[in-house]
Nanobody
Framework: QVQLVESGGGSVQAGGSLRLSCVAS????????MGWFRQAPGKEREGVAT???????????SLSDAVKGRFTIALDSPKNTIYLQMGSLKSEDTAMYYC??????????????????WGQGTQVTVSS
């Protein structure tokens, strides 16, 4: 059974940083596409960052325009874990952040509807 478990959320002041972690079990994180998504109250779930990997040496990362230059996504293959390093946080980054995997499908889009395995989410709250 595939499981994704997120951690690292919390409350931070604007301008601060957080690092989210997502540990995968029952799935090899370096064998395909995984991503981070977020959903604020009353809004649709949106893509934040994705990472496609075929091996420990081949990874392609993509960030949404909203977070480009402030966030990075990384994969630690031995730990089967992906990270979302968030910096220069803004109040509009406040949301529930989810880790997801796209198993058995080609491509690595930022369309949340095409991901078929999800974690339980971790809350990020940024105060101004």
């Amino acid at each position: 059974q595939v499981q994704l478990v997120e951690s690292g959320g919390g409350s931070v002041q604007a301008g601060g940083s957080l690092r989210l972690s997502c540990v995968a079990s029952g799935y090899i994180a370096s064998s395909g596409c995984m991503g981070w998504f977020r959903q604020a109250p009353g809004k649709e779930r949106e893509g934040v960052a994705t990472i496609y990997s075929r091996s420990a040496d081949y990874q392609i990362a993509s960030l949404s325009d909203a977070v480009k230059g402030r966030f990075t996504i990384a994969l630690d293959s031995p730990k089967n874990t992906i990270y979302l390093q968030m910096g220069s946080l803004k109040s509009e980054d406040t949301a529930m952040y989810y880790c997801a995997a796209r198993m058995g499908l080609i491509g690595c889009p930022q369309d949340a509807s095409s991901y078929n395995v999800w974690g339980q989410g971790t809350q990020v709250t940024v105060s101004s």
